[in-house]
Nanobody, 118 residues
Framework: QVQLVESGGGLVQPGGTLRLSCAASGSRFSINAMGWYRQAPGKERELVARIYSTGRIDYADSVKGRFTISRDNAKNTVYLQMNSLKPEDTAVYYC????????????WGQGTQVTVSS
């Protein structure tokens, strides 16, 4: 079993900056990828950014050039640096972990609210 604990959400003005953190813990697990998804009211949950153990990184087109995902393997922690935030970035952000293995088991954090407003 894997537990994901997120932090760093909050209220910021347009153009502002936030950094989200997600720490994974458990008795025994291996990571294929960790990343961030978000869901705004009335919309589907969408991928924001994902980083694989190989180093491959995927970003949503809407955040390229503004957001940066990184990881600290020793701490099993993934970060999302969010710059130049826009009102349309407002959503609940969820940490996601894809476990290494043939079953491709996924785990989700509880979500952290990001609100971008004047």
């Amino acid at each position: 079993q894997v537990q994901l604990v997120e932090s760093g959400g909050g209220l910021v003005q347009p153009g502002g900056t936030l950094r989200l953190s997600c720490a994974a813990s458990g008795s025994r697990f291996s990571i294929n990828a960790m990343g961030w998804y978000r869901q705004a009211p009335g919309k589907e949950r969408e991928l924001v950014a994902r980083i694989y153990s190989t180093g491959r990184i995927d970003y949503a087109d809407s955040v390229k050039g503004r957001f940066t995902i990184s990881r600290d393997n020793a701490k099993n922690t993934v970060y999302l640096q969010m710059n130049s935030l826009k009102p349309e970035d407002t959503a609940v952000y969820y940490c996601n972990l894809l476990e290494l293995g043939s079953r491709a088991v996924q785990y989700w954090g509880q979500g952290t609210q990001v609100t971008v407003s004047s």
